[in-house]
Nanobody
Framework: QVQLVESGGGLVQAGGSLRLSCAAS????????MGWYRQAPGKQRELVAT???????NYADSVKERFTISRDNAKNTVYLQMNSLKPEDTAVYYC???????????????WGEGTLVTVSA
């Protein structure tokens, strides 16, 4: 009913920048919350940043001052601008959306398939 498609991952040197995008499509009435999580090899998935429809943001301490989350509500798209990347930022980054599905009028949490970000030293 709702799909998330991520893009923008890749290989970058330490200190570089990348911008991730995630577009939601399907039977969407609204998306109260969108965000990014990541999972490094051998580690649990962790929160990176979230943003409400109204613009409230939440960041992991490890990415504050380096990453910026933003949304285009008209396009049902969320972005993650990542600057000053470090090797420890290497992970698969997953988009997450808490959606209000139009056809069911119920909330549904949706995950993207993930995009790999690799930061070389």
């Amino acid at each position: 009913q709702v799909q998330l498609v991520e893009s923008g991952g890749g290989l970058v040197q330490a200190g570089g920048s990348l911008r991730l995008s995630c577009a939601a499509s399907g039977s969407i009435f609204s998306i109260p919350g969108m965000g990014w999580y990541r999972q490094a090899p051998g580690k649990q998935r962790e929160l990176v940043a979230t943003m409400s429809r109204g613009g409230n943001t939440n960041y992991a301490d490890s990415v504050k001052e380096r990453f910026t989350i933003s949304r285009d509500n008209a396009k049902n798209t969320v972005y993650l601008q990542m600057n000053s990347l470090k090797p420890e930022d290497t992970a698969v980054y997953y988009c997450n959306a808490n959606t209000l599905v139009a056809v069911t009028a119920k909330y549904l949490e949706v995950w993207g398939e993930g995009t790999l970000v690799t930061v070389s030293a």
